[in-house]
């Protein structure tokens, strides 16, 4: 429950208040009960261990709430005060059931399976398909335990492979029709689908293990995944009366490389140094889709496409994404990389000295059909870039980026001598782009850094149209798309364990202390970035938007850990 009061004459930045009531409450209540029957058994040099398990889950949330505005009377809280107020309500109710069946098998410690099959019903799936059936399936095998092998470097070599499906439920609502409801009357938005299924996700993974001279421990997996019958909004024509409906339409595939290599630099009684260095790599990609290719804000949901792919309006940087047939003797690159047009004789940087700014002119080219096409140039001022569509049509919607990086790196190392241990982790993400709107909010102000140009030549400096034309009016602009590369100190801690015999002779044994250690821990210590806002990561994984959000923390805990 919560109630948040705006006091009538409450001084905000803009005015007085006039008063306003708000009043949310909520209630959720979840019950799970699972009953699990295990089975051991050994079959000679096969060991078995078998499961079945049931489970069951209940969700229940309600929700009610009113806004009430203008408060008549002062500091009375009730919303009978306030001259105009209206409110809601909700009820959301989801149940589950599932079926398990799970078996491992274990021979000779040389060939290990595994194996599951889950049934699992729902009331979020469509009442025509509500119960869905998933498995996964697991093998390995040891082959520096057999009595061939060959290599004594190498004392473990083990090769794997697993297949497993697994489904995304769709929203408590997609399944039902949907309306409207206002003072014009009741109108149908969203058109139930009887027949609406989870996501289905289909991963397969196949990896290497190697443990070479009893301290080398290295491996690479290779996963690729299939994900069938996407969740979409596909949109109606006006004649159905509903805007839109959820279907399954679309798959997506996916596959991941890893790879990591760890040992021990030093080991003794004293002294010990591991280190642990992985390395991967995931791209995703739409191979499937049964609706029109459509734009979501700066992404572009169409078949052939990388998931987190930037899109938007890009600037020239080159004479190849004018018009075809400009004559691009009239451009020329500035101090920001980008392409504008300075006519014939003149330089970028001659704008104040001869007057031209806010002087235009209009190109005439053929294009490739013969046919004319005007455009318009602003001396010195930066041009959207043309490229081709799916269809092989001119478009200003182009490709500005990703926010998938290139690769990820990490480095781990734990350092121990005698009671003191140190662990580092390094983090590094390369080539992923974000998009900077907490900058492009700061160019809509005129309060950015570099609108100040501070410290420029007089004939480098710019009118202030240049930049509202990078702000290109709160539209997507790769201005605002910067190489989000990183690396940070993610972890660093510090930690000493005190001699149990030194412990309890402290305490006499009196207390049953048999253990004392004291840790200092370190997250987010630093960060090593081109990136001009306050954290590569602060926008999100997939299409990476930074948007006011919160950087991570740097945090500095302190601990001891008893142990009795």
Not at 93 to 115: C, H, M, N, P, T
Not at 240 to 261: C, K, L, M, P, R
């Amino acid at each position: 429950f919560q109630s948040n009061i705006t006091p009538r004459g409450y001084e905000t930045e803009q005015s007085l208040s006039t008063g306003s009531i708000f009043k949310d409450q909520r209630i959720s209540n979840d019950m799970n009960a699972s009953v699990t029957a295990a089975f051991n058994k050994a079959f000679g040099d096969l060991t078995t261990r078998t499961r079945l398990r049931y489970l069951m889950e209940d969700q229940h949330y309600e929700r009610f709430w009113v806004e009430g505005d203008q408060t008549q009377a002062y500091g009375v809280p009730v919303l009978d005060n306030a001259a105009e107020y209206d409110g809601g309500s909700s009820i959301t109710d989801v149940r589950s059931e599932g079926y398990y069946f799970i078996s491992a098998l274990d021979y000779q410690g040389k060939y290990v399976g595994d194996f599951l099959v889950r049934r699992d019903g729902s009331s979020l799936f469509g009442p025509d398909e509500r119960w869905q059936t998933y498995y996964r399936a697991s093998a390995a095998w040891r082959l520096a335990q057999e009595d061939w092998w060959p290599f004594e470097a190498i004392d473990e070599f083990k090769l794997r492979y697993s297949i497993g499906t697994a489904g995304g439920r769709p929203g408590f609502s997609a399944q039902y029709e949907t309306y409207s409801v206002g003072s014009a009357g009741i109108f149908p938005t969203t058109l139930g689908n009887k027949a609406l299924k989870p996501e289905l996700t289909t991963e397969q993974e196949a990896g290497l293990e190697m443990v070479l001279f009893n301290k080398i421990n290295t491996g690479a997996i290779y996963a690729w995944r299939t994900t069938e019958d996407q969740l979409l909004r596909k949109p109606l024509l006006s004649p159905v009366g509903f805007s839109s409906q959820w279907i399954n339409g679309g798959t997506v595939e996916a596959n991941t490389i890893e790879a990591w290599v760890e040992t021990a630099f030093i080991d003794t009684p004293d002294m010990t140094w591991t280190s642990r260095f992985n390395f991967d790599r995931t791209r995703q990609e739409i191979t499937e889709l049964s609706v029109t290719p459509w734009r979501s804000g700066r992404q572009y949901i169409r078949e052939g496409e990388s998931i987190g792919t930037f899109y938007g309006d890009r600037w020239s940087t080159s004479c190849s994404e004018l018009p075809y047939g400009t004559d691009c003797s009239q451009f020329a690159t500035n101090d920001d990389g980008l392409l504008v047009w300075v006519g014939n004789g003149n330089n970028w940087d001659e704008g104040f000295s001869k007057d031209l700014w806010f002087t235009s002119t209009d190109i005439v080219t053929m294009d490739e059909d013969g046919e004319e096409r005007t455009t318009t140039y602003a001396w010195g001022r930066p041009i959207k870039a043309l490229g081709l569509d799916y269809r092989g049509s001119q478009t200003n919607f182009l490709n500005m980026g990703t926010s998938v990086p290139d690769f990820n790196l990490s480095w781990a190392n734990t350092l121990r001598w005698k009671n003191l241990t140190l662990f580092t982790l390094l983090d590094a993400e390369v080539g992923a782009d974000v998009y900077n709107q907490t900058r492009g909010y700061s160019y809509r102000d005129e309060a950015a850094a570099d609108q100040d140009q501070f410290g420029k030549s007089e004939e480098t400096k710019k009118p202030r149209i240049y930049y509202q034309d990078l702000y290109n009016t709160n539209a997507a602009s790769s201005w605002f798309v910067e190489d989000g590369t990183f690396l940070k100190v993610r972890e660093l801690s510090l930690r000493y364990t005190f001699d149990a015999d030194m412990v309890r002779s402290w305490f006499n044994g009196g207390l049953g202390l048999d253990g004392l250690s004291v840790n200092l821990i370190g997250r987010n210590l630093l960060t090593i970035t081109d990136y001009t806002g306050y954290d590569p990561e602060s926008g999100g994984i997939i299409g990476a938007t930074d948007d006011f959000g919160y950087p991570n923390f740097r945090t500095i805990t302190a601990s001891i850990e008893m142990i009795f």
